[in-house]
């Protein structure tokens, strides 16, 4: 306890500098205005910063990157609730409820309890994390590559089933990922794989270049074929800035309420932001004195979920800083950059690097103080981002892209995966193939595969080590449950129907 | 809507083919490793298969309507059917640098997309689209250069 609080302080020094306190006020700032803008979110925007980010420091880079995370999230809310446009995927749930409080004209009200309550579980979330990540971190100290690999493919079977509409999908997009993951040279062998005879294909297909082409290729190739964007019509900031005293009182419980399902669902493979917002939602709407007012503007239904995608934004931060291990597209991009420095997630890391984990960990704190701050009394202006015209938006982003690919290394062969991954994503979004998994399956495919073949070195082939350890084996079993549990559930269904059936049969026509 | 969009099966037999491509491929590939036991084709092979496997499934369920499947367009646009025209302006912006970029520079062909993009937008102010783009790729490549980023020569034509 005593040495993770000088490790936090240690942190601290690091995180208060001038330049990196600079840094993440610029994080938080293109956090907030991406969280507002459709068609571009946490992941892209780290992912094209990250050719400019290679030039600063290690901690420096991170702390930017944290305030773009959280920054994400508090723009979602804001415009979720003024415009009923969710600028990302976890502050869809918000817009039920805030959007209906703003047109009621009380969204003021909404965006306050929604900045307080993102605080506050922000700032609760990251202390777990401070004092969560290093009891993980000695955990996975006994993790050998059996157990990592086991870990691995939970993490890839829970994405995939977790995310998209279907099952299906979602391990098609992971093994697309895998797929890609092995083109290039063996990092063990030496052998060239899938590379069929190119010389470009020998360094693998660049995760920034797929990354940045899926997302905002994919996207803006979606949204000018199916969609005709209409003018954004804002709610009036009506009804005063600050919260009514009822409205804290109905407020508090819901924040730490939030906070307790989303920081552990955060932590979870697979868990994300989004999946905490509703069901934080559900447990607002149950436990509500009057739910009739849920539909029609319940502060509940705005402070739960608000409050369960911050903490969850920190728990995501657990598996990736202490197991290496991204359960999201934004990890996925943070995990790349990671390796970009040189740097691998794990246990080693806290003991490695022990400044930047801390500085990362100190400046989440600084970022959650600073979007209050910024937030509430800028609401008004930062929903006027999306007074830009669409077409100058994704054409902004459509070079913005260009430059984070040709940047990158100035080939040609890169443009050429621009267009290829860009059609990739449309089609995707087209056919609802979530995009997470295949960037997850990109970045910890090859870590996957180097666990996979040490065990089996270890054993002489023989891939019974696999579920040697009692660890191995219950990730492993849990992963075949994931696969198998919905195949299983339709066949007792299909029996207990048929066996309904049968009985009604008997009972009408009675032998 | 023509079925083939409707129903699409054929996504799935796109997956097939290409888990068989990496079948195929991890067939040229050692299976086994006289020191680590596995060969750098094990985890292809079993990629490929997996891949094969899914397509069969898609092929399946993919044969079904999908027409409601497809992923809401962002709120407060109304979503239409598919617009061919913007679409290809769009795919031909994006498919330009591969021709231009080392025989126009970044700042043009930069501007070219960009107008390009918001023609398919519906922009139809050419000119001035044309001269925003200039000025943010221009912008762009003398603010990255000082970053750090190479964007290559700001005009190779005029050896600039």
Known sequence: MTSTFANLMGGFETALLPFNLLMALVGTLLGTAIGVLPGIGPALTIALLLPVTFQLAPETAFIMFAGILYGAMYGGSTTSILLNTPGESSSIVTAIEGNRMARNGRGAAALATAAIGSFVAGTIGTVLLTFLAPAFAELAFTFGPTEYFALMVLAFTTISAVMGTSRTRGFTSLLLGLALCVIGIDSQTGAQRMTFGSPNLLDGIPFTIVLVSLFAIGEMLYIVAHTKPSAPSLNPLSGGLWMRKSDWQRSWRPWLRGTVIGFPIGILPAGGSEVPTFLSYALEKKLAGTPSEFGNGAIEGVAGPEAANNAATAGVLVPLLTLGLPTSATTAVLLSALQGYGLQPGPLLFVNNATLVWSIIASLFIGNLMLLVLNLPLAGIWVRLLLIPRPYLYAGITTFSLVGVWGVSGSVFDLRIMLAAGLAGYFMRVYDFPVAPLLVGMILGPLAEQHLRRSLAISQGDPSILISSPISAVLLALAALVILSPLVLKVVARKTQKTAVEVVATSVNPK | ?160
């Open chain 2, 1 to 160: 809507m023509t079925s083939w969009l409707r129903r699409p099966w054929w996504v799935g037999v796109a997956i097939i083919a290409m888990g068989s491509v990496w079948l195929y491929g991890a067939s040229t590939l050692s299976q086994s490793s006289s020191i680590s036991g596995v060969g750098p084709g094990i985890f292809v092979t079993l990629i490929g298969v997996a891949l094969i496997v899914c397509g069969v499934v898609l092929v399946f369920q993919m044969s079904r309507s999908v027409d409601d499947l497809a992923a809401p367009a962002e709120e407060g646009a109304g979503k239409t059917p598919f617009q061919a025209v913007p679409f290809v302006t769009a795919l031909v912006a994006v498919a330009s640098p591969m021709l231009l970029m080392t025989s126009v520079g970044f700042p043009l062909t930069a501007a070219l997309i960009f107008a390009a993009v918001t023609h398919a937008f519906g922009s139809r102010r050419i000119l001035f689209d044309l001269a925003v783009g200039a000025v943010l790729s221009s912008t762009s490549w003398f603010v990255f250069r000082w970053l750090g980023v190479e964007l290559g020569s700001f005009l190779p034509l005029l050896r600039l």
